[in-house]
């Protein structure tokens, strides 16, 4: 029962996020196509973005949390590119799959670089009693570094392909576009954990 009233009011605070976005957008942008994207690329969620080890159970919940909010906001961010941008109809389909290529490889990324991040904390807690010694410690870091770059090199390339279909407009406001989601999208989140 807690987890279904901890759901209802996840979800509540949501749509109520989403509509201040919304509203917030509309001022700014010409309202988003009739059309939704195709179902059958629902957007994933951005799973690990924050949160502590899966093991206890109050960071699970705040994962659940912001796998829910992810997964609206993934939606919310596609529909609405394409009115922000003034993306055409011949231009549309490849840049929705290269959008949700985008947001593929960023929820990828922020999930295994939480999961590198979680062994660090094991392997070197706070309290300065490791259980590693520093060679391997020194490998786990560089392990980091180099799934970082190439992370970045991947999001470059994805980024690349976007703007060689966009014109010089709509490359500077998918620039714009992509500042505000993400200041929204934090707002949104410390509303659907402030919830809990």
Excluded: C
């Excluded at 917030?24 to 942008?29: K, V």
């Excluded at 994933?44 to 159970?57: E, V, W």
């Amino acid at each position: 029962m807690r987890m279904l009233n901890h759901g209802l009011a996840v979800w509540t605070v949501v749509a109520v996020a989403i509509g201040a976005a919304t509203s917030a957008y509309a001022q700014t942008s010409p309202p988003a196509p009739p059309q939704p994207p195709p179902s059958s690329q629902a957007a994933p969620n951005r799973s690990g973005r924050s949160g502590g080890r899966g093991g206890q159970a109050p960071a699970v919940n705040v994962t659940q949390a912001e796998n829910q909010v992810q997964q609206v906001w993934n939606t919310f961010v596609l529909q609405h590119s394409r009115a922000a941008l003034q993306v055409t109809d011949a231009q549309w389909p490849m840049f929705f799959a290269k959008l949700t290529d985008l947001q593929n490889l960023r929820d990828r990324r922020q999930a295994q670089r939480r999961r590198m991040i979680n062994e660090l904390n094991r392997l070197a807690p706070p309290a300065n009693e490791g259980t590693a010694d520093d060679a391997t410690l020194d490998g786990r870091v560089k392990q980091l570094q180099a799934f970082e770059a190439q992370a970045a090199e991947q999001e470059l390339q994805i980024r690349a392909d976007i703007d060689a279909m966009l014109t010089p407009f709509q490359r500077a406001r998918f620039r714009v576009f992509e500042e505000n989601m993400e200041r929204q999208y934090l707002e949104m989140l410390a509303k659907v954990m402030g919830a809990r």
